[in-house]
């Protein structure tokens, strides 16, 4: 079983910045694609950007040049720098990750961290 755990959320004025981390645990044998995803109130889950283990990433146009992904593969964490950020940012942040663990793969998701924005 593989748990993430992610920390770093909060409330921020507009313009401000965050970094969220997600942190993985457990029978981990190689973590592979790692990824955010948000969802704010009476709206569906969204992705907000994606790393795979060699470094590749992926974001969603509204957050292109504010937010960085990036990750550390020997403490299977990965981090969220939100930058520059807007009021519609507002939701709870998930983090995602997917890999073999010691008997099986993986598709976990971590309980999600608040991120709330006021103008």
């Known amino acids: 079983q593989v748990q993430l755990v992610e920390s770093g959320g909060g409330l921020v004025q507009a313009g401000g910045s965050l970094r969220l981390s997600c942190a993985a645990s457990?029978?981990?044998?190689?973590?592979?694609?790692m990824g955010w995803y948000r969802q704010a109130p009476e709206k569906q889950r969204e992705l907000v950007a994606t790393?795979?283990?060699?470094?590749?990433?992926n974001y969603a146009d509204s957050v292109k040049g504010r937010f960085t992904i990036s990750r550390d593969n020997a403490k299977n964490t990965m981090y969220l720098q939100m930058n520059s950020l807007k009021p519609e940012d507002t939701a709870v942040y998930f983090c995602?990750?997917?890999?073999?663990?010691?008997?099986?793969?993986?598709?976990?998701w971590g309980q999600g961290t608040q991120v709330t924005v006021s103008s």
């Open positions: 457990g029978r981990i044998f190689s973590m592979n694609t």
């Open positions: 790393i795979t283990r060699t470094g590749s990433t």
């Open positions: 995602n990750g997917r890999g073999v663990g010691v008997t099986t793969f993986f598709d976990s």
